[in-house]
T-cell receptor
Framework: AQSVTQLGSHVSVSEGALVLLRCNYS??????LFWYVQYPNQGLQLLLK??????LVKGINGFEAEFKKSETSFHLTKPSAHMSDAAEYFC??????????FGKGITLSVRP | DSGVTQTPKHLITATGQRVTLRCSPR?????VYWYQQSLDQGLQFLIQ???????AKGNILERFSAQQFPDLHSELNLSSLELGDSALYFC????????????????FGEGSRLTVL
């Protein structure tokens, strides 16, 4: 069964600093991979997705993620954090059975 | 706007009561998912329906039940409510991954916030 690991529960960066949120998946079957963002008191919305086309995926709000099969990773990055990026971020993956599995989520704080 | 509609947005009730949460999926999506999100448990998958049939079950309590109707809307019924059931309940919908170009991504509603007093 697919599993998704997001290490840590909280990341704090300064405004303008690099954002790096890590995600590793377990399946040996190339999955579809997703990053979702949840702003306070809102539902989850899709940031970006990998569907076996380009390994570097660009999403909304300046975020991007790179699929690395050898590392079974799909880390999310943004070159320069903005205060409005403060939110909870979830990595998710589909496995061979098409079921979407979420990681535990990580809270991003941005310091002025 | 994800296209997924959930009602009610907020609900306050007492222990022992029963509530029904409603979800209308995105147009054309046959799959509906229910999730519970709380501070201590995080995002927990409860149950999935596909075209009216139960497809997958997660950490859903026996006091909870769901169904998907012929018009594809879904309801989540929570009964004998306890304080610990206070949470955000999300509905999501999707097409089936690998079918018709779908990649299995979920589209989430805004959630129903349940408070049990």
């Amino acid at each position: 069964a697919q599993s998704v690991t997001q290490l840590g529960s909280h990341v704090s960066v300064s405004e303008g600093a690099l954002v790096l949120l890590r995600c590793n998946y377990s399946s040996s079957v190339p999955p579809y991979l997703f990053w979702y963002v949840q702003y306070p008191n809102q539902g989850l919305q899709l940031l970006l997705k990998y569907t076996s086309a380009a390994t570097l995926v660009k999403g909304i709000n300046g975020f991007e993620a790179e699929f690395k099969k050898s590392e079974t990773s799909f880390h999310l990055t943004k070159p320069s954090a903005h205060m409005s990026d403060a939110a909870e971020y979830f990595c998710a993956a589909t496995g061979a059975n098409s079921k979407l599995t979420f990681g535990k989520g990580i809270t991003l704080s941005v310091r002025p | 706007d994800s296209g997924v509609t959930q009602t009610p947005k907020h609900l306050i009730t007492a222990t022992g009561q029963r509530v029904t949460l409603r979800c209308s999926p995105r147009s054309g999506d046959l799959s509906v998912y229910w999730y519970q999100q709380s501070l201590d448990q995080g995002l927990q998958f409860l149950i999935q329906y596909y075209n009216g049939e139960e497809r997958a079950k997660g950490n859903i309590l026996e006091r909870f039940s769901a169904q998907q109707f012929p018009d594809l809307h879904s309801e989540l019924n929570l009964s004998s409510l306890e304080l610990g059931d206070s949470a955000l309940y999300f509905c999501a919908s999707s097409g089936l991954a690998g079918v018709g170009g779908n990649t299995g991504e979920l589209f989430f509603g805004e959630g129903s916030r349940l408070t049990v007093l």
